[in-house]
């Protein structure tokens, strides 16, 4: 008789942020995906793996690469931009400001003209934010990012894109929650908790007031299935470090 196979550990707060940005990618078809950082990376590669098999992933420059950096296929820079123009890719972005309607900054903190701390500039965020769609990932939730009024808008959030026609901000993934902009106005709200976490923590870690979902308690975020954990923690990440991606609390 064969042993059974002993339960697994229950999931980790990284291993719910995996799977809270593979979401992004659900239904999404075939978009070319292209995560920045190592969680979103775990997303999207996840999401291909199961229920998002038509996903594009690229190894960053010039290839067309399966889950496992196996290559697939040659994405020349013309069909790259014909992609990024037409609404055919979504990104996950970080931000080192967001606020409540998604604008992003991740230009500089403080007058532009003199700023206090200078970052990356605003980079392909102006074109990615109205051509496609675009999503964030914060490891570490905080009232420094989560501002009432980004320093410089470098990322375009809802409140100066309309007419757009390809812009969208599905979701804000971070270490506590998920967020979207699901409201009349289009401002920021709690989608769903991380286990362990609480709407007042996180509303304490946000500069701005946070929609929350009316009717009843804000939901949690999915639990992974055990396939899904099995992919996590022995094909996509088994040197384990997802848990290093997230901010220490």
Known sequence: MTAARPPLPAPSRSEYCVIACAEAWRGAGEVLASPMGLIPSLGARLARCTFSPDLLLTDGEALLVGPGGEVEGWLPYRRHLTMVTGGRRHVMMGASQLDRHGNQNISCIGDWARPARQLLGVRGAPVNTLNHPVSYWVPRHSARVFVEKVDMVSGVG????????????????TDLGVLDFETPDRSMRLASLHPGVTVEQVREATGFPLAVPGGGPVPYTREPTAEELRLVREVLDPDGRRDRGIGAR
């Open 158 to 173: 809802y409140d100066r894109a309309r007419g757009a026609r390809f812009h969208r901000v599905p979701r804000v993934v």
